[in-house]
């Protein structure tokens, strides 16, 4: 974890270091059935990409997410409320964007796809059991699992709009809707008691992903060295 974090920071450095608009804006990632979850500041640049055509662009970045609470899917079972977390994710887009300018107003529509690894995982037994409790059909649960955590790769699709205020300063609004998961395999067991009754239940969920699905919510300001609507815009989150 340590050489991970050490990456993350050179690699945001590097990439500051080229940039040549800059930003300060507020995100925000809204999982479906998890919890609000922030990026960890200053470690989250997005927007450094390159110009194919006056209307295409390529663009990457990176993002250090401070998850508070995914879901797993591909259980027995369903849950509403969140299985994993709190967590550090390090999120990787690369998008197609179609640039459309005018004199003091961009609009950009992007979509591609993204990389993503969540470490310091921890399981959210609370929700596990009340989840696992109903679905057996038992009194009292407490379940005891290990799991795999692996890196998952998703899709996602949004747009951003950017309106400029003066030559230098901008304001920029941008959603996106990510649909990505990552292999998490449980294995383990639990202990229920029904009709005074105590048991020891194995259990094997080999097939379990985490579902990093949802919406992700930007606002901020850019500031230009070149005027207004210059591109591409590189701005730090």
């Known amino acids: 974890m340590r050489n991970l974090l050490t990456i993350t920071v050179l690699l945001f450095s590097s990439m500051m270091l080229h940039a040549q608009d800059f930003g300060l804006s507020f995100s925000y990632f809204i999982p479906k059935n998890g919890y609000f979850s922030t990026p960890v500041s200053p470690f989250s640049i997005r927007g450094i990409g390159v110009n194919l055509t006056d209307f295409l662009a390529l663009e990457t970045g990176a993002s250090l ?116 998961a990552s292999a998490f395999p449980l294995s383990g067991s639990y202990i229920a008691s029904a009709n005074s009754v105590t048991e020891t239940v194995p259990v094997n969920y080999p097939d379990a992903k985490i579902d990093l699905t949802g919406f992700e919510f930007s606002i901020g300001l850019i500031f230009s060295s070149g005027g207004g609507g210059s591109y591409p815009k590189k701005r730090r989150r």
């Open 65 to 180: 997410y401070r998850m508070s609470g995914l879901n797993v899917k591909d259980l027995p079972f369903e849950s509403i409320d969140p299985l994993v977390g709190p967590n550090f994710t390090i999120f990787i887009p690369a998008e197609l964007v179609i640039q459309l300018k005018g004199s003091n107003v961009q609009f950009d529509i992007k979509g591609g796809g993204f990389f993503f690894y969540g470490f310091s995982q921890h399981i959210l037994y609370g929700n596990l059991d009340r989840a696992m409790r109903t679905f057996y059909n038992q009194e009292v649960l407490n379940a005891n699992l290990a799991f795999e955590n692996k890196p998952g790769f998703g899709y996602h699709a949004g747009m951003e709009l950017t309106f400029y205020v003066t030559n230098q300063v901008g304001i920029s609004l941008e959603s996106n809707y990510l649909m990505g």
